[in-house]
């Protein structure tokens, strides 16, 4: 049994790691807004009472559109969280293996012809939230050449059930189940030319308890399907599935000021290290996502 603290544990991520973490037989505390990663002291206060042996360090602002309108508040939550998650590790718990999650968009822009994405890439971020990772990234390595077992996780986008209607999939998913129940005749949505490795988040979990155990200090691990689809097929999916025959209409305040074409990631060196592969078919994490919403909507109406 391992003694496993979580921080972020309340988001998206966070309360299905907890699930499989505790499913494994793991000892799990989890902290979240009541333990605030940009105040060191109550951290060290959190690990102490925990003694941790694995840090999953989740706790981080991920809504990629909002970095451009706060990037400074992504500077201190991602940057400095993180830097205090280390350093509390480092005074409490020196011996645990922390997991700093980052994320794929540190990748950039990148051309078709270099895909798919591995962790030698140079990473080239083109949001404040990308930059703000690879700044956190930065830290991870410091401390990992300091002698703490850190380990660097960059998941491609996931998805699954519980996953807040900001993001792409849920988004357009909620809309439709509106437009269904309000006989609305049409949608909006943002841009739909985009391709996206979607992993599910099911998955993704799995791979960072794999990660805790045999996972390098001071290495970088993609958690990747290995697969692109176009979040356009996705919609056309979803309204097949929910409200057939609705108009899909794109509305400019939906946009991003930058966007990434296409990103496809290789989990080769995650397979390698832990015999990791998705085991989640796209068509079952979009099911159980409108499920989950659909859900959702009719305990709102009860």
């Known amino acids: 049994m391992t003694r496993s603290l979580v921080t972020g544990a309340g988001g998206f991520v ?34 102490g009472a925990v003694a941790p042996q694995v840090i999953y360090h989740l706790a981080a602002m991920t809504h990629v559109g909002e970095s451009w309108r706060h990037p400074d508040d992504f500077t201190r939550v991602n940057v400095v969280g993180t830097l205090n998650v280390l350093e509390a590790a480092r005074r409490v718990a020196p011996e645990a293996v922390v997991l700093v999650v980052s994320s794929a968009d540190v990748y950039g822009v990148v051309d078709p012809a270099e895909l798919p994405i591995d962790e030698g890439r140079a990473p080239r971020p083109v949001s404040p939230y990308a930059q703000s990772k690879i700044e956190a990234e930065h830290a991870a390595r410091e401390a990992a050449h300091r002698g703490q077992h850190v380990v660097i996780v960059r998941p491609f986008n996931h998805i699954g059930p519980g996953q807040a209607t900001t993001f792409v999939v849920p988004a357009i998913a909620s809309r439709l189940l509106a437009a269904r129940d309000e006989g609305a005749a049409s949608v909006v949505v943002g841009d739909l030319s985009a391709r996206r490795d979607f992993c599910d988040v099911r998955d993704v ?63 080769a060196k995650l397979q390698r290290t832990t015999g990791w592969e998705p085991r989640i078919t796209l068509a079952t994490s979009l099911e159980d996502v409108v499920v989950a919403l659909d859900e959702g909507l009719t305990n709102q109406n009860t």
């Open 14 to 47: 966070g309360r299905h790691l907890i699930d499989h973490l505790t499913s494994a037989g793991d000892e799990v505390r989890g902290v979240d807004r009541e333990v605030d990663v940009t105040d060191r002291g109550a951290l060290e206060v959190a690990m």
């Open 205 to 267: 979990v799995r791979a960072y308890r794999l990660l805790s155990s045999f996972g390098v200090a001071g290495e970088v691990y993609n958690v990747a399907s290995g697969h692109d689809v176009a979040i356009n097929d996705i919609a056309q999916w979803l309204v097949a599935r929910i409200v057939p025959r609705v108009r899909l209409e794109v509305s400019e305040d939906l946009l991003r000021p930058v966007e990434l074409p296409v990103s496809r990631g290789s989990f």
